[in-house]
């Protein structure tokens, strides 16, 4: 083999692993009764994803989102159509993407650490966008829409609506996501970068 075709097999190699892992990692579920509804659970399956985009590039990162949600879809099947593994995904590559073309751009532990607050705050904006005129109204055909507002204003008596449900539960629940998944990418991104990237 040449250099070369070692380097794309390893970056086949290593994104089929990091998208597997990531899929592991999706199905060990936290819910965060205190900011949203039970049917909204926090996974660290993104930390593999940013390792990955990190490491190989924004494309790469995609495409182990990607992977993600096809074998999470595929071992778990889905209660919306797929609608929902797509929104997942779109929120996802939303947290993903301005990491690693912001890390691209500079790659320094001050420059990642700013990729990951830019990510954290683009994530939790959209998600309150794909989950008041997508996820929501698709949800509300397997549990009332007035159940679902009633649960997040059980936990902040603020909430009236769909939007106000999004702001007050969904987008606090992905700043949290977002932060605690670049705090653990801070923590193991560099001795993982030398396995990915071996010398010599």
């Known amino acids: 083999m040449t250099n070369s075709k070692m380097t794309k097999t390893r970056k086949l190699v290593v994104t089929a692993m990091l998208g597997s892992l990531a899929t592991v990692l999706m199905l060990f579920e936290i819910p965060l009764p205190f900011i949203a509804p039970p049917f909204y659970e926090i996974d660290f399956s993104e930390v593999p994803v940013l390792i990955g985009a990190f490491s ?3 494309v ?3 495409v182990i989102e990607a992977i993600k949600i096809l074998l999470n879809f595929i071992i778990n099947g889905s209660t919306t159509g797929g609608v929902g593994e797509i929104a997942n995904f779109v929120i996802g590559c939303a947290y993903v993407l301005p990491a690693s073309l912001i890390y691209k751009h500079r790659k ?11 990510a954290t705050v683009v994530m939790a904006v959209l998600s309150v966008f ?4 997508v996820m929501i109204p698709i949800y509300s055909n397997f549990m009332p829409l007035e ?3 009633q649960m997040g204003k059980d936990i902040v008596p603020l909430i009236k609506d ?23 990418t801070t923590l193991i991104y560099k ?10």
């Open 108 to 118: 320094t532990k001050k420059n990642a650490i700013l990729a990951m607050v830019v």
């Open 191 to 200: 001795p993982l970068s030398r396995i990915i990237h071996p010398k010599g």
């Open 130 to 133: 794909i989950n008041a005129y």
């Open 60 to 62: 790469a990162g995609v």
């Open 162 to 184: 769909t939007l106000t449900f999004c702001i007050f539960c969904v987008a606090p629940f992905n700043l949290i996501k977002g932060v605690l998944v670049s705090i653990i």
């Open 147 to 149: 159940q679902i507002i």
């Open 56 to 58: 190989l590039g924004p």
